[in-house]
Nanobody, 125 residues
Framework: QVRLVESGGATVQAGGSLRLSCVAS????????MGWIRQVPGKDREGVAN????????DIVRSMKGRFAVSLDNAKSTVYLHMNNLEPEDTGRYYC??????????????????WGQGTQVTGSP
């Protein structure tokens, strides 16, 4: 089993930046692919980005490229979501998730085995 704990959620003014963190514990070798998914009010869950700790592959949803980035500190078993130029439309709950090895469909289909409880991000006008 893998336990994922997110932190860093906050209320940020439009145009501001925020960094979310997710620490993995337990059998972390089962979660080499770490991703971020968000739930925006009134919309379906949406994959944001993921990163494969084994291959280094990064996948970011096209609409967020240029504003969001993802990074991984293997030594700390921590994945980060770097959010820049935040908009009110980015408001939502952001979840960290993991699985063994990222696949081409993982981001789009939210194909993860382990999930955190989420952290709330609010972009204020």
């Amino acid at each position: 089993q893998v336990r994922l704990v997110e932190s860093g959620g906050a209320t940020v003014q439009a145009g501001g930046s925020l960094r979310l963190s997710c620490v993995a514990s337990g059998n972390t070798e089962e979660s080499t692919c770490m991703g971020w998914i968000r739930q925006v009010p009134g919309k379906d869950r949406e994959g944001v980005a993921n990163i494969d700790g084994g291959t280094g592959r990064v996948d970011i949803v096209r609409s967020m490229k240029g504003r969001f980035a993802v990074s991984l500190d293997n030594a700390k078993s921590t994945v980060y979501l770097h959010m820049n130029n935040l908009e009110p439309e980015d408001t939502g709950r952001y979840y960290c998730a993991g699985r063994w090895g990222c696949r081409s469909w993982t981001l789009r289909r939210h194909g993860y085995n382990y999930w955190g409880q989420g952290t709330q991000v609010t972009g204020s006008p």
